[in-house]
T-cell receptor
Framework: EAQVTQNPRYLITVTGKKLTVTCSQN?????MSWYRQDPGLGLRQIYY???????DKGDVPEGYKVSRKEKRNFPLILESPSPNQTSLYFC???????????????FGAGSRLTVL | AQKVTQAQTEISVVEKEDVTLDCVYE???????LFWYKQPPSGELVFLIR??????QNEISGRYSWNFQKSTSSFNFTITASQVVDSAVYFC???????????????FGGGTRLMVKP
């Protein structure tokens, strides 16, 4: 089944303890992206990747890192989590980064992160 | 900068009622795409429709229909004869063409929570 898989789905952690949310897609998609969802704000883009070894900041990148060493994987790293990073996180992918803006994203199931 | 506004944060209807979810957008680009996504209680995001800025035809898919009006910068979503399974959060989103949007970012509205009661 074609899908985007995120782990963990739920995580409670404490301030300052490094964590990684993994994301993997099995559709051979070039484009991948991370969003966070907060009440009333919808989803906002954190980072994106056009292809292997090509990553760039989205709208709200502060406090996050990413890497794209393999096409299928796009982990989100929180080096020193803070309570304001408590959120619902979504990984998404699409076949390519369409310059027309026509990308239809396939989203993962979401990872709910709580930072105490 | 682009912006999407969904003024209705929550709507409650009784099953079989028709309901319209409003979406108003702002963009300086002439080429852009508009989307609707559904987020059921299970949490995943489900793609519903994509419409480009040059196609103002309304679209109907079963009980769902979409009304795109560039004159009012709106892309409203109507569910006819609503059902309990339609209960979800619905997001409207906008994507501009490169180079204004090098990251292919979707700009989402805040979402409308629809509750359909039996």
């Amino acid at each position: 089944e074609a899908q985007v898989t995120q782990n963990p789905r739920y995580l409670i952690t404490v301030t300052g303890k490094k964590l990684t949310v993994t994301c993997s897609q099995n559709m051979n998609h070039e484009y991948m992206s991370w969003y966070r969802q907060d009440p009333g704000l919808g989803l906002r883009q954190i980072y994106y990747s056009m292809n292997v070894e090509v990553t760039d900041k989205g709208d709200v990148p502060e406090g996050y890192k990413v890497s794209r060493k393999e096409k299928r994987n796009f982990p989100l790293i929180l080096e020193s989590p803070s309570p304001n990073q408590t959120s619902l996180y979504f990984c998404a992918s699409s076949p390519y980064g369409d310059v027309s803006g026509a990308n239809v994203l396939t989203f993962g199931a979401g990872s709910r992160l709580t930072v105490l | 900068a682009q912006k999407v506004t969904q003024a209705q944060t929550e709507i409650s209807v009784v099953e079989k009622e028709d309901v319209t979810l409003d979406c108003v957008y702002e963009t300086r680009d002439t080429t852009y795409y508009l989307f609707w996504y559904k987020q059921p209680p299970s949490g995943e995001l489900v793609f519903l429709i994509r419409r480009n800025s040059f196609d103002e035809q309304n679209e109907i898919s079963g009980r769902y229909s979409w009304n795109f009006q560039k004159s009012t910068s709106s892309f409203n979503f109507t569910i006819t004869a609503s059902q309990v399974v339609d209960s979800a959060v619905y997001f409207c989103a906008l994507s501009e063409a490169h180079p204004n949007n090098a990251g292919n970012m979707l700009t989402f509205g805040g979402g409308t929570r629809l509750m359909v009661k039996p």
